[in-house]
């Protein structure tokens, strides 16, 4: 089968232009939710059409912080830090990571947005280090002992160490750089009133996850749908990244989560929905990677396509929909329709949430709404991701304007 790698994006009404293209903007099922015809293409240059379920971006405002200069200033600071090494840099600029931050974390004051923004990079840079070659995969036991060895160091360090006295000349420039950000992060948690055991505790679990996806990768099995989700909700790094706005504003998350269930289910929801929108962005990007590591000029047989069980929602229902091919779409349009069914979900726990904390304290009140922000903010994380290049095969870069002007579009009290 000869795959066709011409990939044109469809131009939006108003751009920026992203993997996912917005064709129309329809009022939602609620006062909280948009329904966005859309269009994706896909890999065989197949244009589908579907409807998706967006939050409207209400909280995002921004306060007033120019993210694009935040950017240059964490770029600057990733590059001396050497978390990307030559060409590979560009992976980091097409992400635009300080906007990601804008998006998922409203309210946020500057100095804890830089804090986050850099952290974000270092997440980004462990990703793209465990995904960088499919010829020649990184062994689950390598990624244990560099782990393993971070989270070694972040003890030494919360235990009074200096990074002088315990970083080591083969420690990778990521490991550095992590070492050298946390007592920053750590001593602004801290002026905040937020639970560094809540922080280290999710980046352990985070890291763990990454372990467990790599494993099961090296097994050459398919998973079930079920199984692959439950375990990219962790592995996408979003329940860390969750954790870490949080903290980050004063909140010791699993304390609240065990007095109100609520926002523990929510931020479940939102971790899914996070790791959905993932699968459903980079699915083309991570099937251009496959075609790049093909021995055969560009063309893939249907068996070489699936005799790589990378943990991609969509790759793993398309696998499991053979021998009835053509499913491709169907892989993506129920993906999508399981997606748009989690987002009405978490809007009916945010509404009885809302209404448990009625009898709650003035402190309790404050500490489940701002942890509610983090989850509207990371809810809206697929707004980001369908402009930004990461995602975006070929598509123009990502500024603050452009994504302002689609936050306007989507929160349009007339749509």
């Not at 097994?219 to 962790?234: H, V």
Request: overall charge negative.
């Amino acid at each position: 089968m000869k795959i066709i790698t011409n990939y044109k994006l469809i131009a939006l009404k108003t751009p920026p232009v992203g993997s996912i293209n917005i064709l129309k903007l329809h009022r939602g099922r609620t006062e909280n939710t948009i329904s966005a015809e859309v269009s994706l293409k896909t890999y065989f240059n197949q244009d589908i059409v579907t409807k998706l379920t967006l939050p409207r971006p209400t909280a995002i405002t921004f306060s007033g912080i120019n993210f694009d200069e935040i950017e240059l200033e964490c770029l600057h600071w990733a590059k001396s830090q050497k978390l990307y090494e030559g060409d590979l840099f560009k992976v980091l600029e097409k992400t635009h990571v300080a906007l990601l931050t804008g998006v998922t974390y409203p309210n946020l004051p500057k100095e804890g947005a830089v804090l986050l923004t850099k952290w974000l990079m270092a997440l980004f840079a462990i990703d793209d280090w465990v995904d960088e070659d499919h010829q020649n995969p990184i062994p689950s036991q390598e990624i244990k002992q560099n782990v393993t060895r971070k989270l070694d160091i972040i003890s030494k360090l919360r235990n009074g160490s200096t990074t002088d006295q315990i970083l080591l000349e083969s420690d990778t420039p990521i490991t550095k750089a992590i070492a050298h950000l946390f007592p920053e992060i750590s001593s602004y948690i801290t002026k905040v009133g937020g639970s560094m055991d809540d922080f280290v505790l999710s980046l352990d679990n985070y890291f763990s996850s990454i372990i467990a996806e790599k494993q099961y990768e090296e097994t050459k099995q398919f998973p079930s749908p079920d199984f692959c989700s439950d375990l990219r909700a962790d592995s996408s790094g979003a329940v860390h990244a969750i954790f870490a706005g949080m903290v980050i504003q004063g909140q010791a998350p699993f304390a609240i989560e065990k007095t109100f269930y609520n926002l523990l289910s929510m931020r479940k929801i939102v971790a899914k929905c996070v790791e959905y929108s993932n699968d459903i962005l980079s699915h083309y990007k991570e099937f251009l990677k496959l075609l790049r590591s093909s021995k055969s000029d560009h063309t893939l047989a249907l068996t070489e396509i699936h005799g790589h069980p990378q943990l991609n929602l969509i790759h793993i229902k398309w696998h499991n929909y053979l021998p009835n091919f053509p499913s491709l779409e169907r892989a993506y349009t129920e993906t999508i329709q399981n997606y748009n069914q989690l987002v009405e979900d978490f809007f009916i726990m945010k509404e009885n949430l809302l209404k448990e904390i009625e009898k709650a304290t003035n402190t309790q009140k404050s500490n489940v709404t701002k942890c509610i922000e983090v989850l509207d903010g990371w809810l809206s994380q697929i707004i980001w991701g369908m402009i930004v290049e990461r995602y975006n095969v070929g598509g123009a870069p990502c500024t603050q304007p452009k994504i302002e002007e689609l936050l306007s579009q989507l929160k349009k009290s007339d749509l």
